[in-house]
């Protein structure tokens, strides 16, 4: 089986533009491999809201950013590329930071210039490390890389253009490109003018982060394609098409009770067993529990794998 650092590299390779979600739990990941999509991205913000119940502002630490990819890769039989914020802290931390992500499973991972505590790319009040302790981190990050898996990606996101400006943006990206990052990101781009900029100036496969309500214009997948940009990340479309479902859902229960109202909303029960693989847990049953427990489980019946 092709390792899936491997398959994430073959996809970017691949022509065309890559769409990517962003999801925040195993769950969501697998609706997203289920649908159809080739890879996932590993939220920071969707893992916040989820685990903390709290925004985007640097709250989480590393175990917890790298538990929560481990539960992702291991729901999914596609790639997952990890938010690891800004690495955790220093060089250092950087360097523990890749190994950890890649022990869990991620196939690659992006790490940011911001200072500590972070924040959300969208949001204001950033504030940025110097270029030169960055290129340290992302030096860091490579060698860690090269210890373990060469094939493992590592994307350079910097969040300077609202910080110290577009052209020091560019300048970081261009510098960490000669570092020899795989891929880069550069945060909350404004216009079409500074994407078709960053685009035909560095000189690695570029991700373009897509937030309903945020910084950048949310221009079509073919329009991002054409422009230049490998991966194109809706990257909260799924944690705010859950939660508005879950809210609407849950306020017409409160307010008139369990009904078949809104089951067009819903799963069903059987629909929910397939996106769990609950079939897999039951051939497994089938194989291994010997016929009395099987039938103490089933109450008599004889157990049928649903197809």
């Known amino acids: 089986m092709m390792k899936m650092t491997t398959h994430l590299r073959d996809l ?27 890879a996932v991205f590993h939220s920071g913000y969707g893992t916040a ?12 630490d590393m175990t ?41 499973g991620a196939a690659g991972l992006f790490m940011e210039d911001q200072v500590s505590p972070k924040r959300c790319g969208h949001m204001e009040g950033k504030q940025v490390i110097s270029k030169e302790e960055m290129m ?5 990050a490579l060698d860690a890389r090269d210890e373990l898996d060469r094939d493992f990606v590592v994307m350079y996101r910097t969040d300077a253009i609202h910080v110290t400006g577009f052209e020091d943006a560019l300048d970081r990206a261009k510098t960490a490109v000669d570092v020899g990052v795989d891929m880069v990101f ?9 994407m078709e900029r960053v685009v035909a100036e560095i000189k690695v496969p570029l991700m373009l982060n897509l937030i309903e309500g945020g910084k ?3 221009v079509p997948v073919k329009e991002a394609e054409a422009m230049g940009f490998k991966l194109i990340v809706p990257a909260l479309s799924t944690l705010y098409s859950a939660a508005r479902s879950m809210y609407d859902v849950m306020k017409r229960i409160h307010a008139e009770g369990v009904s078949d109202g809104y089951l067009d909303k819903l799963f069903t029960f059987k629909e929910f067993g397939e996106l769990v693989r609950l079939d897999e847990v039951r051939a497994k049953e089938e194989k291994y529990l010997p016929p009395s427990v099987m039938q103490d489980k089933y109450r008599g019946k004889k157990h049928i794998v649903e197809k």
Request: proline share 5%.
């Open 64 to 104: 917890e950013m790298s538990s929560r990819v481990r539960s992702i890769a291991r729901a999914v039989r596609i790639p997952v590329l990890g938010d690891s914020d800004h690495g955790f802290g220093n060089a250092v931390n950087a360097y523990r930071t890749v190994q950890e992500y890649l022990w869990a």
């Open 186 to 194: 550069v945060e909350a781009l404004e216009t079409r003018e500074q």
């Open 216 to 218: 950048t214009p949310l």
């Open 49 to 60: 809201a989820v685990h903390l119940g709290q925004p985007d502002i640097g709250l989480l």
């Open 12 to 38: 970017i390779a691949r022509p065309g533009a890559l769409v990517v979600p962003g999801v925040y739990d195993a769950l969501s990941a697998r609706i997203c491999e289920m649908v159809g999509f080739e």
């Open 136 to 140: 340290g981190k992302l030096r860091a």
